[in-house]
């Protein structure tokens, strides 16, 4: 076989079946005669009548019958709720099986106890679920409905711990902001709490967020600004006099 881009050799042959007609001649040429063929009559080779062999019909094999069987109905005062679990595993050697321990009797069935109750919603089980989570700005949002009491009691050392426990820090200003809207009265001490426990280039922005939501501002501004930078101060001006 030849590569690529190059054809095949080949050689064509024509071939011409009837016959030949010549251009000097119209007339058809005579065929020749054909030989007589010799047809040798040879009897067909008959079996004895006693050695014919009888088609027998073999069955076709098919798909299994399914077989159908009446439900099992358990009645109601048989059914019992609850209790440990029990399984009998039959083919397995390492369980033990009575052969004789074929009934299960009801009455020493003992209930499950019932669920644990779910922990009171609390500033430390707040915490470690923090710990414990990934998001925290949404485990807080999901949480600020329900555990409203939680959070609008919340004193500045604690709003700063709820703060240190965000794992993510640029969520730290948007949490600060939405835990400090349920505040009953968030201060200018809960402002400084933020910003002792906040990472240091979110400082400036815990300012900015926080500092329209005190409710002390006018006579307490003092405690933050005691806190703040030199430059601190100056890039967060505007924004303590708009809220004043």
Same mark, same amino acid.
């Given at each position: 076989?030849? !590569?690529?881009?190059?054809?095949?050799?080949?050689?064509?042959?024509?071939?011409?079946?009837?016959?030949?007609?010549?251009?000097?001649?119209?007339?058809? +040429? @005579?065929?020749?005669?054909?030989?007589?063929?010799?047809?040798? +009559?040879?009897?067909?080779?008959s079996a004895p009548s006693d050695e014919? *062999?009888?088609?027998?019909?073999? /069955?076709?094999?098919?798909?299994?019958?399914?077989?159908?069987?009446?439900?099992?109905?358990?009645?109601?005062?048989?059914?019992?709720? !609850?209790?440990?679990?029990?399984?009998?595993?039959?083919? +397995?050697?390492?369980?033990?099986? =009575? /052969? %004789?321990?074929?009934?299960?009797?009801? =009455?020493?069935?003992?209930?499950?106890?019932?669920?644990?109750? @779910?922990?009171?919603? %609390?500033?430390?089980?707040?915490? *470690?679920?923090?710990?414990?989570?990934?998001?925290?700005?949404?485990?807080?949002? @999901?949480?600020?409905?329900?555990?409203?009491?939680?959070?609008?009691?919340? @004193?500045?050392? =604690?709003? !700063?711990?709820?703060?240190?426990?965000?794992?993510?820090?640029?969520?730290? /200003?948007?949490?600060?902001?939405?835990?400090? !809207?349920?505040?009953?009265?968030?201060?200018?001490?809960?402002?400084?709490?933020?910003?002792?426990?906040?990472?240091?280039?979110?400082?400036?922005?815990?300012?900015?967020?926080?500092?329209?939501?005190?409710?002390?501002?006018?006579? *307490?501004?003092?405690?933050?600004?005691?806190?703040?930078?030199?430059w601190e101060q100056t890039v967060t001006? %505007?924004?303590?006099?708009?809220?004043?």
């Amino acid at each position: 076989m030849t !590569g690529a881009f190059a054809d095949n050799l080949a050689t064509k042959i024509p071939i011409h079946i009837g016959n030949i007609i010549r251009m000097h001649d119209q007339r058809p +040429e @005579q065929p020749l005669p054909a030989a007589p063929a010799t047809v040798i +009559e040879q009897p067909l080779p008959s079996a004895p009548s006693d050695e014919i *062999q009888m088609v027998q019909a073999i /069955p076709i094999p098919t798909a299994p019958t399914r077989v159908s069987t009446e439900s099992t109905v358990v009645h109601a005062h048989a059914v019992i709720l !609850g209790g440990t679990a029990v399984q009998y595993e039959h083919d +397995e050697p390492d369980v033990f099986y =009575d /052969p %004789s321990d074929e009934r299960v009797d009801f =009455d020493t069935l003992m209930p499950l106890a019932p669920p644990p109750p @779910q922990s009171v919603p %609390s500033l430390d089980r707040l915490l *470690q679920d923090m710990t414990a989570s990934v998001n925290d700005y949404n485990l807080i949002s @999901q949480r600020i409905e329900e555990w409203k009491h939680v959070f609008e009691n919340l @004193q500045p050392g =604690d709003f !700063g711990n709820i703060i240190t426990h965000v794992n993510n820090d640029f969520d730290q /200003p948007r949490v600060a902001v939405m835990v400090a !809207g349920c505040i009953k009265r968030f201060t200018c001490a809960h402002c400084v709490a933020a910003l002792r426990n906040t990472t240091n280039w979110n400082r400036t922005a815990m300012v900015v967020e926080m500092v329209p939501l005190c409710t002390d501002l006018e006579s *307490q501004r003092g405690l933050i600004l005691a806190e703040l930078s030199q430059w601190e101060q100056t890039v967060t001006a %505007s924004d303590f006099e708009q809220a004043l």
